[in-house]
């Protein structure tokens, strides 16, 4: 009994962690629909191929990025480098990228959408650098952007 019990929980518990995988948008007018419509603002992950990998592989695996993230905000992720999207798309994540001041990749930045009778707007809330201490730390210096 208590051996079908913890073979269960076996189960349970790596279901649990694949349904932790997040959803990143990589259409940025699919984003500023949702962003307008649930009121939340948008994190824009700006990457390209070669770009350091700590940002990804110390906070947005972890379980508290991806309750925080599932509350806060609407993820997108744009990697300027990826050949599967048009000229079109990468014009215009090249132009917003230089719009919002972004120099070095990767980079975060969030920023609040709203569509108000066919226009798009931006209001730029802030950048959150990678720093040293892990997803704690990185969610804490975003939620000082979003809750001044």
Aim: charge should be positive.
């Amino acid at each position: 009994m208590t051996r079908k019990l913890l073979i269960l929980l076996f189960f349970l518990g790596a279901f649990g962690l694949h349904s932790q995988n997040l959803i990143w948008k990589t259409d940025m007018n699919d984003a500023i629909m949702a962003s307008d419509s649930q009121k939340r603002p948008l994190l824009i992950f700006f990457t390209t191929a070669g770009a350091p990998q700590r940002m990804q592989s110390e906070v947005f695996v972890t379980p508290d990025f991806a309750v925080w993230s599932r509350d806060n905000v609407i993820l997108v992720k744009l990697d300027l480098s990826d050949t599967s999207v048009s000229d079109l798309v990468k014009e215009q994540n090249l132009k917003l990228k230089n719009a919002l001041g972004i120099a070095e990749l990767p980079q975060v930045c969030l920023l609040m959408a709203s569509v108000r009778k066919g226009k798009t707007t931006f209001n730029n809330l802030g950048l959150v650098p990678y720093r040293q201490g892990g997803a704690k730390t990185w969610i804490a210096d975003a939620n000082l952007i979003l809750n001044p």
